[in-house]
């Protein structure tokens, strides 16, 4: 049996339902680059009672060679043979990586389970922003080559066009250690702009800037792109909201994040 | 203090960090409005651990009447005198009632924590649909008086318009135990598509029933319109995924839920 059990966005944000399932695994897979929580591996097991159970005893961590490339001789194989876990921060099938291994799990008839938990798509409702006038969600990501991909940009326009916030969750390169920030994310799309001289997006657009999200450390900062910049948001996870139209709701929660 | 914590999707599904919460409460409040779990309060409460703890002993079934007209005379008037919980299934602030419920507390100055979970929002993404590819969330309701509402198809054709899904959550009369069903919230879509002469949605149009989503009875049926219709989607709760284009490991995910 493959479980594939997410585990939100804090080291005991896990369900009983999942904690109950991790134990009856003989391994246990942490999926290492498409997100990250704000501590280590072994406060993690220490948290999920891991040490205090016989099996299994500790994370082996996924990376994306390994989930994507060698899975068949690793995951998919352990889970043919027992009990495996496939633990995910956040939500469990939050990336079309998670739902690739659940596929390759049913072509080989392994049986599977899916546990599910927040993701940051779910906390950012903690801003007071309702979460039904999210449109479509982007991701921004490191220029590479000195190329920048421009979608982001497009995705935020489109959903502006028909009133809806954007979330835009930021980079990571997990092998690297590299996390992208509220203000390298607010460079790239103020460049972005100026090079397609788009006022749509500029210094003095309004953009919620979330560090932490889910977490007690979480923070929320509003302020145009121009204030946000000088604003120090501390360690990762960050992400960065572009709200459309405010609901007096949405504006009075806002107000208690103001610059 | 005030804890508004999410229960998720089950009984099971709360957190290590949200019982914990719980178990250093005095009062505990169940939202009972916006959603629903498939199980008894007496279930619940004995899967929450509520009848082997000293406090709290039950769970207060909380209105939209209290919520929203008492209180001040009930659950923030507990929250400043003690360690209050109040219980959401799903998310903690998935609606604009929780949302405008943590403002009154701040007003007072009630020191509030919010314990986030899976909602049906994050939990679709077992259906094998893309999270960033929905747009903005509608709601089909009940029609009252022989007026239906029509914003949820505007919503519809706008997430269209922009390649995104859109998920419909279907509308709850929880006093008289009324829960729309897949088949209503079809017959309502059509309804008002005839009405309007607007071909955008029609009989042939491939939709995403669902039911339970999050559960172990999880229900994702794909299909025609005129083919869900003649689908058994068993109790509640359901809601109705209009998907856009569809990525190829979409549709290969979906192709294990077709009629």
Same mark, same amino acid.
């Given at each position: 049996m493959l479980y594939i059990i997410g585990l939100g966005l804090?080291?005991?944000?896990?369900?009983l339902e999942g904690r109950k399932a991790l134990q009856k695994c003989n391994t246990a897979y942490l999926e290492s680059y498409t997100s990250k929580l704000l501590c280590s591996t072994e406060e993690l097991e220490q948290a999920l009672g891991l040490h205090h159970t016989k099996i299994p005893k500790k994370l082996i961590s996924a990376t994306r060679e390994l989930v994507e490339k060698q899975a068949e001789d690793t995951i998919l194989k352990d889970a043919e043979q027992g009990n495996t876990a496939f633990l995910v $921060? =956040?939500?469990?099938?939050?990336?079309t990586t998670h739902i690739d291994l659940l596929l390759r799990a049913k072509e080989r008839n392994i049986p599977t389970k899916i546990i599910n938990n927040v993701s940051i798509l779910n906390a950012i409702s903690n801003s007071g922003l309702e979460l039904y006038k999210f449109g479509k969600t982007t991701s921004i990501v490191f220029p590479q080559d000195n190329f920048t991909p421009e979608s982001c940009f497009d995705i935020i326009t489109q959903n502006q066009d028909i009133s809806a916030h954007t979330l835009c969750l930021l980079d990571i390169k997990a092998e690297q250690e590299k996390y992208m920030s509220v203000h390298e994310a607010i460079h790239i799309l103020l460049g972005i702009a100026e090079k397609r001289d788009d006022?749509?997006?500029?210094?003095n657009t309004l953009m919620l800037g979330c560090a932490? $999200? =889910?977490?007690?450390e979480e923070q929320f900062v509003y302020g145009t792109a121009q204030q946000l910049l000088k604003v120090d948001f501390g360690k990762p996870l960050h992400c960065l909201i572009i709200p459309s139209r405010l609901h007096f709701k949405e504006e009075e929660m806002l107000e208690e994040f103001k610059v």
């Open positions: 804090t080291k005991e944000s896990i369900s $921060v =956040g939500d469990a099938l939050s990336a006022q749509d997006i500029n210094e932490r $999200v =889910g977490t007690p």
